[in-house]
């Protein structure tokens, strides 16, 4: 059973460092099932592939379960499965959980990968393969086998050799093989109990619950065991700030219905938390922060050591505040946190003094006649290093099924921008208080209208 890893980033060999593991040894880890063996089959500056090869004990697979029957039928050794997932989390850890002791930036970066398995089950064939990986981002090339080549009138049979390409950090790739591999196999090799919900929560953070097939997905990943799937997908729709008792308010809803079908929500809150681990920005505040959708991932990862949310709705702080209660976090993580009302057009020196500000989908509620105020309160105030700032690209708008022609995404909306206007309000803005500003789209990029979502990340000049 293989998985090969293969990067083109520059120094590809850096790859070494993410998985903690040198490209010049070849290491071996003891499992329970049998052993993994760690090694590169090239190493260069340009190109770097590294082999995660399981040589699973078919004989202790066996033994003790009173059949003799999968001790000569299984596939169980030769196929990607859960114990490649197991295999994954022991070896490399470190790199799953996203963290890399000498380059710590690194991991947080998407740099172009390719993962290749060479036989990996697909119960649901190459549709279900696709349907799993491509909404992730992944160009996904999959090539069937014949069930016996002796046989062709026996048919293909559910296995492929797939290649799996995106430009990712390195953990996300892991998390996502760490979850699908089981679901295409549709089995486990040990029992499904409740820490399963919490390994697919974890390991399903940030993807999972924006995911359009995340049922079939929880339902496969638990062994179909209803009362699993159905705590797991509660926390889902939690996450995915579908709020089951109905609380939400304002904003998000309809904006949410519009733009759902891209789970765009999602996206662009991925875009942010990696520019602020891009520009090693820890202590944070977000301007706007509504019902807490970002302050949740902040507060979840132990990069980010202090974060501010400020909004003008009193109601919504008091609702992010529930919301994150719920997450139960210990007290000393919990302190990390702050919210405070206040509006993003007066000055305030409590916003002074961070690494970043954040300002999602917030400047287009704004009057026209108040952005300056808005611009000197943030650039030339509160004055964070870095700032990134997401707003909707009103040329998008057109591809939007749901939106009648001309209408604006949410009826609180006193504006959008076209890429120009946003790119020449940027440009101007930064000019004059200092900054840089660089682009980004978020979300699927169309070649006539642009991302549904711009993002500008300014830096100060220092
Ligand atoms: N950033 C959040 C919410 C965006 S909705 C997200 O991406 O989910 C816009 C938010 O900006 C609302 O919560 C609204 O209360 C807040 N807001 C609008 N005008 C504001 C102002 N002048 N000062 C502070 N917050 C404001």
Not at 308 to 316: F, K, M
Request: hydrophobic share 40%; aromatic share 8%; with cysteine.
């Amino acid at each position: 059973m293989l998985l090969t890893i293969t990067t083109t980033h520059q120094p590809a060999t850096d790859l070494g460092y993410l998985l903690h593991k040198h490209p010049e040894r070849c290491q071996s880890f003891v499992l329970s099932f049998g052993k993994a063996h760690i090694f590169y089959s090239e190493a260069s500056t340009h190109l770097c592939t590294a082999a995660l090869l399981l040589d699973v004990d078919a004989v202790k697979l066996v033994r003790g379960r009173g059949t003799f029957v999968g001790q000569y039928v299984s596939d169980r050794p030769y196929v990607a499965s859960s114990f490649l997932s197991v295999a994954i989390a022991q070896v490399f850890s470190t790199a799953l959980a996203g963290r890399c002791k000498d380059k710590p930036e690194l991991a947080q970066i998407p740099i172009p990968l390719v993962a290749r398995l060479p036989v990996l089950p697909c119960w649901g064939g190459e549709e279900f393969l696709r349907q799993l990986f491509e909404p992730l981002g992944y160009s996904v090339s999959a090539q069937g086998h014949l069930l016996d080549e002796n046989f062709p009138e026996w048919g293909q049979s559910h296995y492929y050799t797939v290649e799996l390409q995106h430009t990712l950090p390195l953990s996300e790739l892991l998390s996502h093989l760490y979850v699908l591999i089981p679901v295409l196999d549709d089995e486990k090799h040990y029992w499904v109990g409740d820490e399963e919900v919490e390994k697919l929560l974890r390991h399903g953070e940030g993807w999972l619950a924006g995911h359009p097939a995340r049922e079939q997905i929880t339902k496969r990943y638990l062994k179909r065991q209803g009362h699993l799937t159905r705590a797991a997908l509660a926390q889902l729709m939690e996450e995915e700030n579908l709020d089951p008792d109905g609380v939400e308010e304002q904003h998000t809803q309809e904006e949410a219905a519009v733009e759902k079908p891209l789970s765009l929500n999602q996206q662009r809150l991925n875009a942010v938390v990696a520019a602020l681990k891009k520009h090693g920005a820890k202590r944070v505040i977000d301007l706007g922060c509504a019902q807490g959708n970002l302050l949740k991932i902040l507060l979840k990862d132990s990069f980010f050591e202090q974060i501010l949310g400020v909004d003008v709705s009193y109601r919504s702080l008091e609702i992010a505040k529930e919301r994150l209660d719920r997450l139960r976090l210990p007290r000393d993580r919990w302190n990390r946190l702050q919210l405070i009302q206040g509006a993003l057009t007066y000055q305030d020196k409590r916003l002074k003094g961070y690494d970043a500000a954040t300002v999602i989908e917030v400047i287009e509620h704004l009057d026209l006649s108040r952005i300056q105020a808005f611009e000197r309160v943030l650039f030339e105030v509160a004055q964070p290093k870095t700032i990134v700032l997401t707003t909707p690209n009103i040329e998008y708008n057109v591809r939007f099924e749901n939106l009648p022609a001309g209408r604006l995404r949410h009826k609180d909306h006193r504006f959008e921008w076209t890429r120009e206007e946003f790119q020449s309000w940027a440009n101007t803005v930064a000019k004059r208080f200092g900054y840089k500003v660089e682009f980004q789209p978020v979300g699927i990029e169309d070649s006539e209208v642009g991302s549904p979502t711009q993002m500008g990340v300014f830096s100060r000049n220092s």
